[in-house]
């Protein structure tokens, strides 16, 4: 990796805009008590924060809010349906729309706007822009006086003008939908189970394009991931019961075997992901990362995979990585999925990451006895902790190819047989001030501490 992409990926924490938007928030709330209200609810009944749900703030056009957008590091981009719209780069911030209109509106991301509008028992008087199925919807939920509160869904569309989608379209996306819900997943050639995998983002690539592909594909796979996690399912249901869904996801981590991860990276490219920075924890942690971003879908990606310092540089979308196969070769990431599998096929994630008020999911999870582990990363612009880990059974079949390719002892297969490996997550972050980046030792500390190794017997 050059030295010029290591300086673009630099994230560093905006807390100029970030006042600047705390003020237009605060005073938005005093003049629509029904968002306030709001704010309120995500906080006391799910621990997440109302700033972190804001897909787009629009105010009355003046040279001062350009000005003052301008000074902190906004940059006029304009998006479909919104030519006058500022976009900060270098960080996590909603995009700011200025209208001639005396109007202030705010939009929240949602899974459904349908399900907001249900949980919050608000009629059918108040019209949905944008037909079902169609790649962005919205609702104006609460308005009092010129203060406007929208809820929006978005489907790989980060556009505000109307989408027209033909009866075929909405067909093709319920049926992409279902096949990616529906995938066989359990493979024993993972090749073959890329191959499936591929063929069927390249079919819905063709009907839908890549940014509704990535987004339906992700749906799939935060659900997939759900099944298999306890702390998952339960904040879901807290989320979802005032209307929200998984909208206040960050990133989604994958663990790779190292032969793999060029399928993996290759697959993850054919959504329109793109690659961010890289990470190294060094040659004792023995693992790397490479993430990656939809901008569009607005998804990021950690791929995680067993790497040695001078593999940094490779080109991982066109050179495999060979297999480790000396006894004690596997890190904490290969191991792993040496255990469950590959998280693209049928382990599923290693953890989905949402953005939270760290303390207060913290003790609420731990009211509905889903504990969290200290925290990992602790600084002012970021916290990290994961929950406890969901403790999966290890299948026998994996359980032998490991003994055959002298990777685990005889003692260790036992061990796995009878307490099963921890394979799952649900991570509890806040990011403050804009922060888009992450914390590198912070994570090599959690990876080493979920290591599959270090939670046997006796290790």
């Known amino acids: 990796m050059t030295a010029s992409a290591i300086a673009e990926f630099n994230w560093e924490p905006q807390p100029a805009a970030q006042e600047l938007l705390t003020e237009i928030v605060t005073e938005f709330f005093a003049r629509c008590k029904a968002a306030r209200t709001l704010g309120d609810k995500m906080r006391i009944d799910t621990g997440t924060r109302f700033m972190d749900w804001l897909d787009f703030i629009q105010l009355p056009r003046s040279q001062d809010i350009r000005d003052r957008l301008t000074k902190v590091g906004f940059t006029r981009k304009a998006v479909d349906g919104a030519p006058d719209c500022y976009v900060h780069e270098g960080a996590i911030f909603p995009m700011v729309i200025l209208d001639a209109g005396k ?106 394009g890549e940014d509704v592909t990535c987004a339906i594909f992700f749906e799939a796979e935060r659900h997939y991931w759900m099944s298999k996690n306890r702390a998952a399912r339960v904040q ?158 290890v299948a026998e079949k994996r359980i032998e190819r490991l003994l055959e390719k002298n990777l685990i002892t005889q003692q260790q297969a036992n061990q796995f047989r009878m307490q099963g490996a921890i394979g799952s997550h649900l991570e509890n972050l806040e990011r403050n001030d804009g922060y888009k980046g992450f914390n590198q030792q912070g994570v090599s500390d959690i990876i080493e501490r979920t290591s599959p190794m270090r939670q046997l017997v006796g290790a």
Request: glycine share 8%.
């Open 103 to 208: 109007e202030t509106a705010i939009g929240i991301k949602v899974d459904s706007v349908v399900e907001f509008l249900a949980a919050w028992q608000i009629t059918d008087q108040v019209e949905i822009v944008g037909d079902p199925l169609t790649p962005m919807r919205r609702a104006c939920a609460f308005k009092e006086g010129d203060a406007e509160l929208w809820v929006i869904e978005r489907h790989g569309c980060r556009s505000f003008g109307p989408i027209e989608s033909s009866a075929i379209d909405r067909v093709a996306i319920v049926r992409h939908r279902e096949a990616f819900r529906r995938r066989t997943r359990d493979w024993d050639d993972n090749d073959v189970g890329f191959d499936h995998t591929q063929a069927l983002i390249r079919a819905a690539v063709e009907d839908l």
């Open 236 to 393: 879901y249901s807290r989320q979802n019961a005032i209307g929200l869904g998984w909208a206040n996801h960050d990133h989604h981590t994958y663990r790779s075997s190292r032969p793999a991860f060029i399928r993996l990276l290759q697959t993850l490219a054919m959504l329109g992901m793109q690659p961010r920075e890289r990470f190294y924890a060094g040659h004792e942690a023995g693992w790397g990362a490479q993430v990656l971003e939809q901008p569009v879908a607005g998804i990021t990606v950690f791929a995680d995979v067993d790497l040695s310092a001078e593999e940094l540089a490779t080109d991982f979308w066109t050179q495999a990585l060979p297999a480790r196969t000396t006894p004690g070769s596997l890190g904490t990431v290969g191991m792993w999925v040496g255990l469950h599998g590959e998280s693209a096929l049928e382990a599923g994630m290693h953890h989905l990451e949402c953005q939270f008020d760290h303390d207060a999911l913290v003790g609420q999870l731990q009211a509905a006895s889903v504990m969290t582990m200290s925290p990992f990363t602790n600084f002012p612009f970021l916290k990290q902790a994961f929950t406890e880990g969901e403790r999966w059974n």
